[in-house]
Protein backbone atom coordinates (compact mmCIF):
# COMPACT_ATOMS: atom_id res chain seq x y z
CA UNK A 1 0.00 0.00 0.00
CA UNK A 2 1.41 3.80 -0.74
CA UNK A 3 -0.05 6.28 0.97
CA UNK A 4 -0.10 9.76 -0.67
CA UNK A 5 -0.85 13.01 1.40
CA UNK A 6 -1.28 16.63 -0.49
CA UNK A 7 -0.48 19.79 0.75
CA UNK A 8 0.05 23.30 -0.31
CA UNK A 9 -3.48 24.33 -2.20
CA UNK A 10 -5.03 27.85 -0.74
CA UNK A 11 -6.20 30.79 -2.55
CA UNK A 12 -4.74 33.24 -4.59
CA UNK A 13 -5.41 36.08 -7.52
CA UNK A 14 -4.95 35.50 -10.70
CA UNK A 15 -1.01 35.66 -11.88
CA UNK A 16 0.35 34.60 -8.24
CA UNK A 17 1.88 31.36 -7.79
CA UNK A 18 1.11 28.41 -5.60
CA UNK A 19 3.55 25.04 -4.67
CA UNK A 20 2.06 21.78 -4.46
CA UNK A 21 3.62 19.28 -2.29
CA UNK A 22 2.59 15.55 -2.09
CA UNK A 23 4.49 12.97 0.48
CA UNK A 24 4.57 9.32 -0.41
CA UNK A 25 4.88 6.55 2.64
CA UNK A 26 4.69 2.93 2.63
CA UNK A 27 5.38 0.92 -0.27
CA UNK A 28 7.22 3.83 -2.19
CA UNK A 29 9.99 1.42 -2.97
CA UNK A 30 8.48 0.33 -6.49
CA UNK A 31 7.48 3.99 -7.51
CA UNK A 32 7.68 4.42 -11.20
CA UNK A 33 6.12 7.46 -11.68
CA UNK A 34 4.10 10.07 -9.98
CA UNK A 35 1.43 12.48 -11.39
CA UNK A 36 -0.88 15.56 -10.74
CA UNK A 37 -4.44 15.36 -12.01
CA UNK A 38 -7.06 18.48 -11.14
CA UNK A 39 -10.69 18.26 -11.19
CA UNK A 40 -13.21 21.62 -11.67
CA UNK A 41 -16.71 21.42 -10.13
CA UNK A 42 -18.80 19.77 -12.61
CA UNK A 43 -15.80 18.65 -14.85
CA UNK A 44 -13.91 15.21 -14.94
CA UNK A 45 -10.56 15.21 -13.52
CA UNK A 46 -7.82 15.46 -16.05
CA UNK A 47 -4.20 15.43 -16.44
CA UNK A 48 -1.93 18.37 -15.41
CA UNK A 49 1.22 17.05 -15.34
CA UNK A 50 4.15 13.99 -14.34
CA UNK A 51 6.98 12.28 -13.58
CA UNK A 52 9.00 9.39 -13.97
CA UNK A 53 10.66 9.11 -10.62
CA UNK A 54 14.23 7.10 -11.87
CA UNK A 55 14.97 9.56 -14.30
CA UNK A 56 13.03 12.60 -13.86
CA UNK A 57 11.19 12.61 -17.08
CA UNK A 58 8.32 15.31 -17.38
CA UNK A 59 5.34 15.57 -19.04
CA UNK A 60 2.86 18.41 -18.98
CA UNK A 61 -0.38 19.02 -20.41
CA UNK A 62 -0.65 21.79 -22.65
CA UNK A 63 -2.79 24.60 -20.64
CA UNK A 64 -0.35 24.44 -18.30
CA UNK A 65 2.79 24.10 -19.88
CA UNK A 66 5.82 27.19 -19.51
CA UNK A 67 3.41 27.90 -16.26
CA UNK A 68 3.48 24.54 -14.14
CA UNK A 69 6.55 22.88 -12.82
CA UNK A 70 6.86 18.99 -11.14
CA UNK A 71 9.83 18.14 -9.64
CA UNK A 72 10.67 15.04 -7.00
CA UNK A 73 12.70 14.83 -4.09
CA UNK A 74 14.49 11.62 -4.04
CA UNK A 75 15.01 11.79 -0.27
CA UNK A 76 11.65 12.35 0.72
CA UNK A 77 9.53 10.30 -1.25
CA UNK A 78 7.98 13.84 -2.25
CA UNK A 79 6.59 15.28 -5.53
CA UNK A 80 5.96 18.60 -5.88
CA UNK A 81 4.12 20.90 -8.42
CA UNK A 82 5.05 24.87 -8.66
CA UNK A 83 2.27 26.62 -10.44
CA UNK A 84 3.07 30.15 -11.73
CA UNK A 85 1.08 32.72 -13.45
CA UNK A 86 -1.65 31.23 -12.11
CA UNK A 87 -5.89 31.42 -13.91
CA UNK A 88 -9.14 31.45 -12.88
CA UNK A 89 -8.93 28.06 -15.14
CA UNK A 90 -6.73 26.67 -12.99
CA UNK A 91 -9.68 26.45 -9.63
CA UNK A 92 -9.47 23.16 -9.35
CA UNK A 93 -9.46 20.38 -6.49
CA UNK A 94 -5.51 18.84 -7.42
CA UNK A 95 -4.85 15.26 -6.83
CA UNK A 96 -1.41 13.50 -6.64
CA UNK A 97 -1.00 10.40 -8.11
CA UNK A 98 0.95 7.51 -7.74
CA UNK A 99 2.33 4.76 -10.36
CA UNK A 100 4.69 1.19 -9.51
CA UNK A 101 3.37 -0.80 -12.71
CA UNK A 102 5.76 1.00 -15.13
CA UNK A 103 4.86 1.25 -18.88
CA UNK A 104 3.25 4.37 -20.66
CA UNK A 105 0.27 6.27 -19.94
CA UNK A 106 1.32 9.28 -18.32
CA UNK A 107 -2.22 11.02 -18.93
CA UNK A 108 -4.24 8.59 -18.05
CA UNK A 109 -5.89 8.04 -14.72
CA UNK A 110 -6.73 4.28 -14.65
CA UNK A 111 -2.60 4.06 -15.37
CA UNK A 112 -2.65 5.38 -11.68
CA UNK A 113 -2.63 2.69 -8.78
CA UNK A 114 -3.21 5.34 -6.03
CA UNK A 115 -4.42 8.63 -5.39
CA UNK A 116 -4.29 11.45 -2.61
CA UNK A 117 -7.43 13.14 -0.85
CA UNK A 118 -6.69 16.07 -2.93
CA UNK A 119 -6.16 19.56 -2.08
CA UNK A 120 -8.19 22.83 -3.07
CA UNK A 121 -6.59 25.47 -5.50
CA UNK A 122 -8.29 29.01 -5.76
CA UNK A 123 -7.85 31.14 -8.50
CA UNK A 124 -9.65 35.01 -8.69
CA UNK A 125 -9.71 36.96 -11.35
Known amino acids: QVQLVESGGGSVQAGGSLRLSCAAS????????MGWFRQAPGKEREFVAAIRWSYGSTYYADPVKGRFTISRDNATKTVYLQMNSLKPEDTAVYYCSFNYRGGVGWADRAWYDYWGQGTQVTVSS
Open 26 to 33: GRTFSSYA
